[in-house]
């Protein structure tokens, strides 16, 4: 059997093909989680609040035992009355009613999170097609379905046998006592029915979650000539190789352009070009090239450094040849070395003698022959 077949889904699910499909609904949702969760609060709610419910209801009961004359001579009033006792008994189990829609809601996002898929709610035409709904009810997936559903029922069965079995006699004797105390009793064995109920319904819930985790990998999975062509169309689209690009260009230049504020000059065309150089006068290194760029980059390059008061000095050669021969964070060519001396010195002394009312002579730096470059970067002595 070739390996590109379907059959032969073996390799596990991309990160673009799980998120697709979390896009379209698939994702681990177990269908035991809410019950169990459900269980588990109204046994707690019985254990805290089980007297109070039990008691109201009892009392509600011994009201409806109760009729005055009045009820007696009309009859007619019983509807009323009736009425109102239900939605007196409504009132009373409302709020266990609503923790338990709230815990119902909350639960199901436990495995797998909140989804809004909208294509769920689109008609699938494909479902009306006899031969699917047949494969959907005798496939493996309904085998599974099947057995889960036997193995809850005989653990529920179990668990609600043996806790009959163990209350037996005071079930037998709830008909031969008073009210309260039968209310008390009944109140009593529920609360241990649903204590047993919700750690089975717990257990069925802990094998169901990673059963739902398997079942949707397995189904996820994909062949190794689905997964070379996912990796040849996301890596060998333009747009996303475009994309990538950009974005590394947008974090390199931000990075680049937070330096600017911290050199010691730029160097300018003074239009086309622009590097800003570093100098650590106590080092014994040679400047160091920290951001360069061209047109619009240059011009940013040069609003930063105006920004920061980082002096601009206008060296047409001696920018080009910084640009084409200097890569970034790297120290310059040793050819340029006292061109740029005279730059750094000339910056220097102006900051030494800013307001001193000395006057510091502009340097002409010249630039050896092999270091001149026009603005599409050919050597001009070529």
């Known amino acids: 059997m070739s390996e590109e077949s379907g059959a032969d889904k073996t390799e596990e699910p991309t990160a673009q093909r799980i998120k697709k499909a979390r896009d379209d609904g698939q994702i681990a949702r177990s269908q035991e989680i ?56 409504f009132l009373i189990i409302l709020p266990l009613m609503a923790i338990l829609y709230v815990i119902a809601i909350l639960s199901t996002t436990l495995a797998g999170g909140f989804i809004f898929a ?32 036997l193995v809850k029922f005989v653990l529920v069965g179990a668990i609600l046998l043996i806790s009959v079995m163990n209350n037996l006699q ?10 309260s105390p039968a209310i008390k009793v009944a109140g009593t064995i529920i609360v241990d029915s649903c204590f047993w109920l919700s750690l089975g319904l717990v257990l069925v819930a802990l094998v169901d979650v990673p059963l739902q985790r398997h079942q949707l990998n397995k189904k996820l999975k994909m062949t190794k000539q689905e997964v070379r062509d996912e990796m040849k169309n996301s890596e060998g689209n333009p747009e996303v190789k475009g994309q990538i690009r950009r974005r590394q260009h947008e974090i390199l230049n931000n990075k ?54 980082v002096y601009l000095f206008e060296a047409p050669l001696l920018a080009r040849a910084l640009y084409f021969t200097t890569k970034l964070d790297h120290p310059i060519p040793e050819a340029l070395y006292h061109a740029v001396a005279q730059v750094i010195a000339y910056v220097f002394s102006l900051n030494q003698s800013y307001g001193r009312g000395h006057d510091v002579i502009k340097p002409d730096p010249s630039i050896p022959d092999e270091m001149k470059f026009d603005a599409n970067g050919k050597a001009m002595n070529a």
């Open 170 to 179: 005071d079930l037998t004797q709830i008909s031969q006592m008073d009210l």
């Open 256 to 309: 680049m352009m937070s330096k600017v504020k911290d050199a010691d000059v730029v160097i300018t065309n003074p239009t086309h070009f622009a590097v800003a150089l570093s100098y650590d006068p106590t080092g014994d290194g040679a400047p160091m090239l920290v951001a360069k760029g061209e047109d619009g980059l240059a011009a940013r390059i040069r609003e930063e450094a105006k920004e920061h008061g």
């Open 34 to 89: 809410a019950p169990a969760a459900m269980m588990v609060i109204a046994t707690l709610f019985f254990t805290m609040m089980g007297q109070y419910l039990f008691n109201s209801m009892g009392n509600l009961f011994k009201k409806q035992l109760q009729f005055d004359r009045l009820v007696v001579d009309k009859a007619e009033l019983l509807p009323a009355i009736f009425g109102s006792s239900i939605v007196d008994g």
């Open 118 to 149: 909208p294509s769920l709610a689109m008609p699938k035409f494909n479902k009306l097609n006899p031969m699917t709904g047949l494969a959907r009810m005798f496939g493996p997936q309904a085998a599974i379905n099947l057995g889960k559903a």
